[in-house]
């Protein structure tokens, strides 16, 4: 993922700087910075926050495909498999996503790979057998 490089440029093409972004969220600038210079795993809840403070959408922050199939997924995960998501290293997952976003992949497929992961997510805490 190279968030922190696509923030950083959204914030030059943008004209805001680090200062602003931070006031406009109510955090410190060397959080911001620190975000910016990749010294922090951000959660979706956070770049989610740094979007809405741009005013622009979450897959701005992804390349390629990639942001496109985000951007769906956002739309479409429910709020507790984001809480979720949130709540843990999301590595995997993004690997996951990666690996899939560079398929040939319709948004009824990406709805899918949601259901099965929150029906997983849900054995899980059922503490069933996957």
Same mark, same amino acid.
Not at 60 to 74: A, P, R, S, V, Y
């Given at each position: 993922?190279?968030?922190? %490089?696509?923030?950083?440029?959204? =914030? ?17 600038? %060397?959080?911001? $910075? ?8 951000? $959660? ?12 622009? $959408? ?7 495909? *990639? ?6 997924? =956002?739309?479409? =995960? ?22 899939? $976003? ?6 009824? *497929?990406?709805?899918?790979?949601? *259901? =099965?992961?929150?029906? %997983?997510?849900?054995?899980?805490? *059922?503490?069933?057998?996957?």
């Amino acid at each position: 993922m190279e968030f922190d %490089t696509n923030l950083k440029k959204a =914030l030059e093409e943008m004209g805001v700087t680090q200062r602003e972004l931070a006031n406009r969220m109510g955090k410190e600038e %060397t959080y911001i $910075s620190r975000i910016i210079n990749n010294r922090y795993n951000v $959660s979706w809840r956070m770049i989610n926050d740094i979007a809405n403070a741009l005013d622009i $959408s979450p897959a701005c922050f992804f390349t390629d495909n *990639q942001g496109e199939l985000f951007k769906i997924l =956002l739309n479409e =995960l429910p709020e507790d498999l984001l809480e979720f998501l949130q709540s843990r290293k999301n590595q995997a997952w993004i690997a996951t996503m990666k690996d899939i $976003s560079e398929m040939d992949i319709t948004p009824e *497929q990406v709805k899918t790979v949601v *259901q =099965l992961w929150k029906d %997983t997510i849900e054995k899980t805490r *059922q503490n069933k057998p996957i």
